[in-house]
DNA sequence: CGACTTGTTGACGCCTTTCAACGTTGGTGG
DNA sequence: CCACCAACGTTGAAAGGCGTCAACAAGTCG
């Protein structure tokens, strides 16, 4: 359960591009990501203030507590979003996945740290910048707000898991969700890749890397899931709603 | 664990009553509520569209799931705000106090259900109305915004204690949080009121009655805590922090 | 006063954690 | 090519924290 922060490195701020060839336009996740609600004209007054970020699996995008300088797109890959207790316990609040604006709230101060699982590409831009920018189009802020909105939705969803479901529910509900948010960008797939190891779910789910991987194997000797290498398959999706039935 | 939800009598919705006598300007949670950032002919124009509505406890104000024709200030009193899972097992996302809001993302459905702990008055407006307002005025909504990213941090204070803290740990990082939002409204004092039962801090906490009654006694007879009728003074406000630091 | 609700306390059991060993995979260098 | 090593995942046995079950106390209301 004691997590090893010392691997993570922070990533150099040199390391970031000049924006994409084409531009926002061209841009893969701008239809869901809050870009989608802003005209080309605006997009091209935002896309003068942004910056492609790229990280490497396991560099640190931005850390708890650090002044939120920067709010971000994400472009492609996964992050973790993680608060660490002063004796190394940790929890994973959630995954950033490819149209997910981290820095949603523009506070002071991030309240999770964002790691990246793999290679990740991102969308930088100066919180000042983009709270200018937000605050002369409501229409921004509206969208915004109702990204945050989700997001409490998926933090109750998340509350109820950790507080009141067994260990093979909270496996189940995990998969299934994450096939779920799979869906709203990528396309539909009873296969669902597992970008993130076994102590980022168990950190997740609140639970031990050992017992995740117990009740991963008893889902798959119950042929619920296959285990494939990298990712699940769902076999029996009714059965797995009904352990993650809300 | 199992939880009955026949008790919970509806609201009737003839028990709504006109605005208040004096109008939204003596109003006593306006300086804490959304409504802080409004002018005075903004309130008026707002204080056009409001009902008082009051509850009395074990009332519900609105159930999870159902169509959210309306958004409400909390003036007075305080609510649980739970979900449930169909075989009775809950879980409380949180309690509201007076000044706060509820039906922040503005969404279709509440993703709550909202019960009365005690005798509660609310501000009510039909959803639409206040959206029409919201769409008009952008400082209220980078109002309700702001309080949104709040919502989010403490939901994410919530699922690390939920997934990460033992049940002594959940119990003192409950009141400890009781008493700062306490502070933020009422005055800071070391005797924090409990107007919600154990059954209640249980399912805020992921844990049976029995335990948080045990914990609350052990903190007792620990003299970290003094157990007093409908609260408990906080003695040793060090101690409790170390159990429920970060 | 008796019925009811809410809170406390004890004994016991189980689910998950802890501790430990082993297997697998992938990268590195001889 | 293969030995070596580190990181990751799996599996078993034992321990413990919290849940379950049950009885009892205290306060409330008719």
Known sequence: MLIDTGSCERVPHACH?????????????????VCSV?????LEELEALSQHLILEKGQTLFGQGEHAGSVFNVIAGVLRLSRLLPDGRRQIMGFALPGDFLGLALQERYSVS???LGPVTTCRFGREDFAAVVEAKPHLLKSLHERAGY?????????????????????????LSLRERYAR??????TVEL???????ADHLGL??????????????????????????????PRLERMATC
Do not use: W, Y
């Open 17 to 33: 591009h000049g924006r994409s060839e084409n531009g926002c336009a061209d841009c893969k996740v701008r239809l869901i990501s």
């Open 38 to 42: 802003l005209a080309l004209a605006e």
């Open 114 to 116: 964002a790691e990246a």
């Open 151 to 175: 997001e409490l939705t998926l933090a109750q969803e998340q509350m109820l898991l950790l507080g009141r479901r067994t260990a093979e529910e909270k496996v189940a509900a995990f998969l």
């Open 185 to 190: 960008t990528g396309h539909a797939s009873v």
């Open 195 to 201: 970008p993130m190891g076994r102590q980022d779910m």
């Open 208 to 237: 031990t890397i050992e017992t995740v991987s117990r009740m991963l194997n008893r889902l798959d000797r119950a042929h619920a899931i296959l285990l494939v290498p990298g990712g699940v398959r769902l076999l029996d999706l």
